[in-house]
């Protein structure tokens, strides 16, 4: 490959954000992937008439204006709310657990007692970590506590990360508080919530059709490329071939079915806490409100990241591997011509409008 002017490695959401806004601002781009698709883990395609997301379910949401003004400039969107329901004691009830959730699983008299301590304990629409309700010094409600470590993330935890809640960054369970009210969306508190009308790979396609972008699919990065300045979206570790030593990540195997009736599930995704080994099962038709007499589903189940076996989904944050991230993180800084960004190369365990935020930041540092 020829020297580039600025080369950008994996084509997700972040590249894609990037590469649109560096050709905007009158730069030439190359954008490279090893993979023979655009839109990285928020890849989706049409399974006759299903609008199917290859790598789990990915829901757009944000407070954040300004990406949503960004990325609404490439796509019209499905106004879709988020609901999750988990398989809890034979029920399948709101997720995160809310109100609603406590009267479907409790006797009435104990339902309204635990909620009377709730509110007073904490007020009306408020939402509490799950660690943080653990300690309240307050027997029912470290009863209902338990209950719900127990039921809501004990081992689902275990599937998805191999460790229990208090062995993982409290971040993690924090995503998922126990919430003080009857609202059921799982996004509640984000103003702008959506799926692309004509699907996330569309919308970065849009983004990526500019006269100054250059696409390259099947282009795994090698280090004799030549550029003049780098945007890396992949692995940190990898990039500085694993010097400091690897960090760790989860990862994720998907199981496909295609069942021959319209409906299986009552939402997008269910959580299966306690059953089965898979963690969440996606019904892809509610994304786009799909209409078929078939219904195509996807299991996940999360798994070990193992080099050259399989993907790197999620960083697993702890203390030793921000400590070691952050040796990383100097080394990258005496490039000066490389840029990190996305979840791999920030290791940050980053929502969709995170890494577009990201790349506003960086896009706005650059021109200073
Ligand atoms: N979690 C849980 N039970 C649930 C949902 C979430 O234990 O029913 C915990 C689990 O540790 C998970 C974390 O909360 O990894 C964050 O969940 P989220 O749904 O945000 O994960 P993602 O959608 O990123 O996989």
Redesign the pocket.
């Known amino acids: 490959m020829a020297s580039i002017k600025n080369l950008i490695v994996g084509c997700g959401i972040s590249g894609a954000s990037l590469a649109r806004k560096l050709a905007e601002a009158g730069e030439q781009v190359v954008i490279i992937d090893a993979k023979d698709h655009i839109a990285g883990n928020c890849h989706d395609y049409n399974d006759n008439g299903i609008m199917v997301q290859k790598y789990g379910a990915h829901i757009f949401h944000t407070n954040d204006k300004e990406v949503w003004d960004f990325l609404s400039r490439f796509t019209d969107w499905y106004p879709y709310q988020h609901k999750v329901l ?1 398989l809890i004691d034979g029920q399948f009830v709101p ?1 995160p657990f809310n109100l609603n959730s406590l009267h479907a699983l409790f006797p009435g008299f104990m339902a309204d007692e635990l909620e009377k301590r709730l509110l007073e304990n904490f007020g009306l629409n408020k939402k509490i970590p799950i660690l943080q309700l653990r300690k309240t010094g307050n027997k029912d409600l470290e009863m209902l506590a338990d209950y719900i470590y127990e039921k ?2 004990l081992q ?2 275990l599937k ?2 191999g460790l229990a ?1 208090d062995q ?1 960054d409290p971040n ?2 924090e ?2 508080p126990v919430y003080t009210g009857r609202d059921n969306r799982y996004f509640a508190a984000d103003k702008y919530q959506g799926i692309p009308a004509e699907g996330f790979t569309e919308m970065v396609r849009k983004m990526l059709d500019h006269n100054d972008i250059q696409v390259k699919l099947n282009t795994p990065f090698d280090k004799t490329m030549e550029y003049k300045q780098l945007f890396y979206t992949g692995a940190i570790d990898e990039f500085f071939d694993y010097f400091w030593g690897e960090l760790p990540y989860r990862s994720l195997r998907f199981q496909f079915a295609q069942y021959n009736f319209p409906k299986f599930q009552q939402s997008a995704v269910v ?1 299966w ?1 306690c059953n089965y080994d898979w963690t969440k099962s996606d019904e892809h038709k509610y994304f786009l409100n799909d209409q078929s007499d078939k219904t195509i589903i996807s299991y996940e189940y999360p798994e070990a990241f193992q080099r050259g076996v399989n993907e790197r989904y999620y960083p697993i944050q702890n203390d030793e591997s921000a400590s070691l991230y952050s040796k990383y993180l100097e080394q990258a800084k005496s490039l000066k011509n490389v840029h990190f960004l996305g979840r791999l190369g920030d290791y940050k365990y980053y929502d969709m409008d995170k890494a577009v935020a990201r790349v506003l930041e960086l896009v706005k540092e650059i021109a200073k």
């Open positions: 988990g997720i809501v993330f689902y935890t998805q990360w809640p993982i993690v369970t995503r998922v959580n806490p």
